[in-house]
């Protein structure tokens, strides 16, 4: 599963820029699209064969970061010691990932399978990542858990919700591409002379 092609090096490529365009809406101030880099994590676990595309897709996200804070004129209000835990976050997305890689998804379980483990890593990364940053970034006096689960409440749904948004159309577009890419055999065929010669 170390295997590191074109096709693999496209895919990374397509990943890096829809993480790019919907973290940082200073690009794309029209569309304003939700934030796309917790399903790329995902996506990256379970489409990506190599593991450097992890470290570089964290690398991809702090820079984008830091861009928008330096020349984006975007507050620094959330680069906070909790910052860090953006990190187990984004692991806890890749992680699934490469779990729900091994579903053939032939079959509406294991589809069923691919939703369930979409949104249980999507929280996993929401505790991590708003968890942190309301328990660790001194934003919040005196914060409680029964103060963050009204938040929690409040943001995972439409978290939850863009992440499997992402996911469905990115697993939509990889059959769409799969089912027009030309086998070896079809290849063959087209390169054949005609009978009659």
């Known amino acids: 599963m170390s295997r590191w092609n074109h096709s693999q090096a496209r895919l990374f490529l397509v990943l890096a820029v829809v993480f790019m365009v919907t973290r940082n809406h200073q690009w794309t101030p029209v569309l304003h699209l939700p934030d796309a880099s917790l399903a790329v994590f995902f996506l990256a676990g379970m489409l990506l064969a190599s593991r450097w595309a992890f470290p570089a897709l964290c690398l991809l996200g702090a820079s984008v970061d830091a861009w928008a ?36 998804l032939k079959h509406l379980r294991d589809g069923f399978a691919l939703s369930l483990g979409v949104c249980l ?28 689960l009204p938040r929690l409440l409040q943001y995972s749904p439409a978290v939850i919700g863009a992440t499997v948004c992402y996911v469905v159309i990115g697993m939509i577009l990889k059959q769409l591409v799969r089912s027009h890419r030309p086998t070896a055999a079809s290849n063959l065929r087209d390169l054949e002379l005609p009978r009659h010669l």
């Open 121 to 148: 890593a999507t929280l996993g990364a929401e505790l991590f990542s708003s968890g942190g940053f309301y328990f660790l970034s001194g934003r919040f006096p005196h914060p409680t858990v029964f103060g963050f």
């Open 69 to 104: 804070i330096t020349q984006g004129g975007v507050s620094s209000y959330c680069v906070t010691p909790a910052y860090a835990l953006l990190l187990p976050a984004s692991a806890t997305l890749w992680l699934s990932g490469r779990l729900c890689a091994r579903l053939s």
